[in-house]
């Protein structure tokens, strides 16, 4: 026979757990639901937000893009529009994951971590920014310049790129660079949550190094230019994130001696 005292702290325990999953589901669902929104206002002007992808690779000197597949442009573009979706509606994922554990957090914790959630979109943006004003043109260049006229070898070299091949580079490179970017708010908050220290990021800073270099050949073209492009703005974004768990560690002691005072 159950014991109705043991099995109430059971019930109660069940309880808060369904109401958790219940609020983890409907935000998930709004979360899905603005992407399938968003994706669907971005198939409307796919054609813009494809002209606007490939204007580095017209601006470089490429004549055209193919596509050898009856269905691959129109795939092509439900991809487009999926990944500009995806793009717009970010901050409106951050701010849903938000509200999901704002309530578990007290008053204090929820200023403290308020600063994360805005510097995230900002990071993720700048991060796609730089990549497609800063480190594409040089890239598309480089790889460009391997053309050759019939004067110059037996046959021509033209690049005769297919359409979805591109597009594929170009959206993997603007969210790499863009989750990259934030480098700074995972080590921070890692920082304050006593996992990392200052003292071991500054310690660790040859590995660092070697890391980035590491995944920035992996994300990007094999060029130099890219590679490099990538590597140097997360190493400095590493150097502040070292400052900034510093700041964190500082504020902490302060606060640890008021209170032993």
Not at 40 to 62: K, N, R, W
Not at 76 to 92: D, E, H, R
Not at 135 to 145: K, R
Not at 229 to 242: M, Q, T, V
């Amino acid at each position: 026979m159950t014991n109705p005292a043991m099995s109430a702290p059971v019930e109660q325990e069940k309880q808060p757990l369904a109401k958790h999953l219940i609020e983890l589901r409907k935000r998930l669902i709004w979360i899905f639901s603005v992407m399938a929104v968003g994706t669907g206002i971005c198939f409307v002007f796919a054609e813009h937000i494809y002209g606007f992808l490939v204007q580095p690779l017209a601006d470089a000197g490429s004549q055209r893009l193919i596509y050898t597949g009856l269905t691959e442009a129109f795939f092509t573009y439900m991809k487009v529009a999926f990944f500009a979706g995806v793009f717009l509606t970010f901050p409106i994922l951050l701010t849903q994951i938000w509200a999901f554990i704002a309530p578990g957090l007290y008053g204090k914790e929820r200023r403290a971590f308020l600063p994360f959630l805005i510097a995230t979109p900002l990071l993720f943006f700048t991060g796609g920014a730089i990549v497609y004003y800063g480190i594409i043109p040089f890239a598309w260049d480089f790889f460009l310049s391997f053309q050759s006229k019939g004067a110059d070898t037996a046959l021509p070299i033209e690049l005769e790129a297919r359409v979805s091949e591109y597009l594929d580079l170009i959206m993997t490179l603007i969210f790499a660079f863009g989750l990259c970017f934030q480098l700074p708010v995972l080590l921070t908050l890692m920082g304050k949550a006593g996992l990392v220290s200052a003292h071991s990021l500054a310690s660790k800073r040859k590995y660092a190094v070697i890391t980035v270099f590491a995944v920035a050949a992996f994300l990007t073209p094999p060029d130099i230019i890219s590679q490099v492009g990538l590597a140097i703005p997360i190493l400095g974004l590493y150097e502040i994130s070292i400052l900034l768990v510093r700041y964190f560690e500082k504020e902490r002691a302060t606060e640890n001696a008021k209170q032993d005072a």
